[in-house]
């Protein structure tokens, strides 16, 4: 019983693993080349979904690019040059993770700058609180409120 | 305190209200194409059967004059919207339109035009994987390109052409590129 049980769980895995976008026929003989296309695919945005990779898109554009991408590495080209052949056609957005240089300095340091100015606002907002500063000056006692206290310092002590 | 660093969270809520209501009226589909200002890609595309042309589309096709490329396909909804009025562009004699049968069974990319009018020069049949339409850049059909005297994309339209965006867009650079 138990093991028809762990039988059944494990039959029900194995049929509800996520289905693949890449078709058996548009795979590489050569398991290396193949696994680097994979690779660059999970890499490249499918232009039609937008928030998928190619890899993981079943949009017809996404196979035509599996399929070039494939093309490009039986040919010869490397893993860099794939990705320069497409980026010359659809720009830097079809990159997944966009790359670091001038135009997306904001977007990369952006963050960092925002965290270390938080960090700068607080740490002179708590340095100022520490020295008492910030808060206004206590106005000085008037002469009535100065005998008052004088005068119950004076009964405290006796 | 005093310093009027308690308005900064305002402040920055009120700079990003600003970019999150303009992103609301931009199109995710309209990606910024890299291929402006730079050549057609080479191409020799097979031509479309029954159509009577011994010929497809060539790169040498695009040169000499401006031209507009328009991707389409049998299978495309959005370009039955538009193509009326490829029709009547075609008819007015304004600039010559060339097409690619993209991702498309020719046969049907024939009796497609058959059936709702053929506004183009020569097209050219780009079978999957689509080869050229990645060498343009095509993320979807409809897609058109006005391309240069010299053979250089100027500029790239993202979906159907309606009337509106022909003579208020697409028109003034074509004239433009003419005078050149």
Redesign the interface.
């Known amino acids: 019983m138990r093991y028809s049980l762990l039988a059944s769980l494990v039959l029900v895995l194995a049929v509800t693993s996520p289905a693949l976008a890449v078709n058996p026929d548009e795979m590489l003989k050569d398991p290396a080349q193949e696994a680097r296309a994979r690779e660059l695919g999970k890499d490249l945005r499918c232009l039609v979904c937008q928030n998928q990779s190619i890899d993981d898109s079943d949009a017809d554009l996404a196979k035509d690019l599996r399929i070039i991408v494939r093309e490009r590495i039986s040919a010869g080209d490397t893993d860099q040059q794939v990705k320069t052949f497409v980026v010359d056609r659809y720009g830097d957005y079809v990159l997944l993770k966009p790359p670091f240089k001038a135009s997306t300095l904001v977007l990369w340091l952006g963050p960092f700058a925002l965290f270390g100015g938080a960090v700068a606002l607080f740490a002179r907002f708590y340095r100022r609180r520490k020295a008492g500063a910030g808060l206004p000056a206590p106005a000085p006692l008037s002469p009535e409120e100065q005998r008052r206290l004088d005068s119950l310092l004076k009964e405290s002590r006796q | ?1 005093r310093s009027g ?1 308690y308005m900064l969270p305002v402040l920055v809520f009120g700079v990003l209200a600003l970019f999150f209501l303009k992103g609301l009226g931009l199109n ?1 589909r309209e ?5 402006i200002d730079r050549p057609v890609p080479e191409m020799t595309l097979a031509p479309l059967p029954g159509r009577g042309d011994s010929r497809g589309l060539d790169t040498a096709d695009l040169k000499g004059r401006v031209s507009v490329v328009n991707i389409y396909g049998s299978w495309c909804i959005a370009c039955v919207q538009e193509h009326p009025y490829l029709v009547e562009i075609k008819k007015s004699g304004t600039v010559p339109i060339m097409g690619i049968d993209w ?1 498309d069974d020719p046969v049907m990319g024939y009796a497609w035009l058959k059936k709702h009018g053929d506004p183009y020069e020569r097209v050219g049949v780009d079978p ?4 050229t ?8 059909a409809p897609e058109s390109f006005i391309v240069d005297k010299a053979g250089i994309i100027r500029y790239k339209h993202i979906g159907p052409i309606t009337p509106d965006i022909w003579t208020r867009t697409l028109l003034p650079i074509i004239r433009e590129l003419e005078k050149k």
């Open positions: 305190m660093l995710p990606i910024p194409s890299v291929l991702r999957p994987p689509g080869r339409a990645v060498d343009f850049g095509v993320t979807g």
